[in-house]
T-cell receptor, first 116, second 113 residues
Framework: GAVVSQHPSWVICKSGTSVKIECRSL??????MFWYRQFPKQSLMLMAT?????????EQGVEKDKFLINHASLTLSTLTVTSAHPEDSSFYIC????????????FGPGTRLTVL | SQKIEQNSEALNIQEGKTATLTCNYT??????LQWYRQDPGRGPVFLLL?????KEKRKERLKVTFDTTLKQSLFHITASQPADSATYLC????????????FGRGTQLTVWP
C-alpha cells in the first residue's frame, strides 16, 4: 500500500544551525503534502501545505522564513528549519492527502528534532 | 475558532470489554471526521473516515458514529485487546484542500489483561 517516509527519523543540532527534513511518497504521486508539528502531550498542529510547482501555504502564526518548504517533485517535499532554537524542538510529521478514490490519509513516521 | 475535545486524556479498560472514546467539536461543521491511532514516537495511522451524511461506519472491531447535531463522534473498539493500547486521535477536515486537518489531543487507551 501507499507509504510516506521521512528522513531523518531523529536529529540533534546546535542552536543557530539549519536542519532539513525530507518527506517522500513511496509508491504514489502527491502534488500536495502537509507538514505538522507535535509537542509532547499536545495535538498535531498543521504548519503548512506544500504544493508541487508553487509556493507553500503557511498557517497563521507559522513563520515562513523560518520554516522553508520546497516541493521539489511529485514524490518529495522538504522542510528546512532555519536558525533552529531550543523552542523548535518538536516532532515533525508530514502527510499526503488520500490517493484518488480512497479515504486513507498517510502520515510519515515523524522526525524528532532536538535543538541544544 | 475551531475547538476539538476528546473526552479524557486516558482510558483504562479490561481486555475483552468495549472501549468508547468521545470527540466533541465546536464552531465548525466538518465535511468529514477521521480517527487515527498513534503509538509513542510514531506518526498517526489512519483508521476510519466518516462523512457528514453518514451516521455510522464499521471496520472489523471498530465502529464510529457521527452526530452533526450534537457535534460529536464516538469511537468504539469491541473485544479490546492489550495490543489496542495506544493514543487515539480525532481529526476534522479544515475545508478547502483535502487532507488539511484539525486534530484533537488524543485519548490514551490502555487495555489490561
Amino acid at each position: 500500500g501507499a507509504v510516506v517516509s521521512q528522513h531523518p527519523s531523529w536529529v540533534i543540532c546546535k542552536s543557530g544551525t539549519s536542519v532539513k527534513i525530507e518527506c517522500r511518497s513511496l509508491d504514489f504521486q502527491a502534488t500536495t503534502m502537509f507538514w505538522y508539528r507535535q509537542f509532547p502531550k499536545q495535538s498535531l498542529m498543521l504548519m503548512a501545505t506544500s504544493n508541487e510547482g508553487s509556493k507553500a501555504t503557511y498557517e497563521q502564526g507559522v513563520e515562513k522564513d523560518k520554516f522553508l518548504i520546497n516541493h521539489a517533485s511529485l514524490t518529495l517535499s522538504t522542510l528546512t528549519v532555519t536558525s533552529a532554537h531550543p523552542e523548535d524542538s518538536s516532532f515533525y510529521i508530514c502527510s499526503a492527502p488520500p490517493p484518488v478514490n480512497t479515504d486513507t490519509q498517510y502520515f510519515g513516521p515523524g522526525t524528532r528534532l532536538t535543538v541544544l | 475558532s475551531q475547538k476539538i475535545e476528546q473526552n479524557s486524556e486516558a482510558l483504562n479498560i479490561q481486555e475483552g470489554k468495549t472501549a468508547t472514546l468521545t470527540c466533541n467539536y465546536t464552531n465548525y461543521s466538518p465535511a468529514y471526521l477521521q480517527w487515527y491511532r498513534q503509538d509513542p514516537g510514531r506518526g498517526p495511522v489512519f483508521l476510519l473516515l466518516i462523512r457528514e451524511n453518514e451516521k455510522e461506519k464499521r471496520k472489523e472491531r471498530l465502529k464510529v458514529t457521527f452526530d452533526t447535531t450534537l457535534k460529536q463522534s464516538l469511537f468504539h473498539i469491541t473485544a479490546s485487546q492489550p495490543a489496542d493500547s495506544a493514543t487515539y486521535l480525532c481529526a476534522l477536515d479544515r475545508g478547502s484542500t483535502l487532507g488539511r486537518l484539525y486534530f484533537g489531543r488524543g485519548t490514551q487507551l490502555t487495555v489490561w489483561p
